[in-house]
């Protein structure tokens, strides 16, 4: 059987984390390849109020509400970032099995936009935010978790 390119995807909101080549004792043979969400101020996001709307009898005006979630919105666009570049990588031939460590939220957010193709090479996905780990260590608690056996 040929040698298995496994991927490690480490996400949250904020920042993607990829470990490739991870060996069995917690070290990966490539740098980590790094995403990070590109943010707008909040305020920036929310600048432009929604409007006011009138009332067909009796002229009354009513203050409309935001029709979507703007941070919710970036997060979907980061996610759907993550998975093209997963896209990319996995029609490469780059990896060929996929671990997943998300926040629980991200993870929520992502698993709809998973293709068929990258869905069928997902080995796990565990619902647990580790990107405030330093990179040796991160390597190291997800190896203890994909080889614990």
């Not at 904020?14 to 995403?35: K, M, N, S, V, W």
């Not at 002229?59 to 970032?81: I, M, N």
């Amino acid at each position: 059987m040929p040698h298995e390119k496994l991927w490690v995807l480490a996400l949250n909101s904020e920042h993607a984390r990829i470990l490739r080549g991870l060996t069995r004792r917690g070290q990966t043979e490539d740098p980590e390849f790094l995403l990070e969400a590109k943010h707008h101020d909040l305020r920036e996001l929310m600048s432009d109020k929604p409007g006011r709307a009138f009332a067909l009898k009796g002229g009354r005006r009513s203050a409309l509400e935001y029709s979507s979630d703007p941070v919710r919105d970036e997060e979907r666009a980061f996610a759907e970032e993550v998975v093209e570049a997963l896209q990319e990588h996995l029609e490469a031939g780059d990896f060929d099995r996929l671990a997943i460590f998300a926040s629980p939220e991200m993870l929520g957010i992502l698993r709809p936009k998973l293709p068929e193709a990258i869905k069928s090479v997902v080995i796990t996905e565990v619902p647990k935010n580790l990107l405030h780990l330093p990179p040796p260590e991160l390597a190291h608690v997800v190896a203890e978790h994909l080889y614990a056996k």
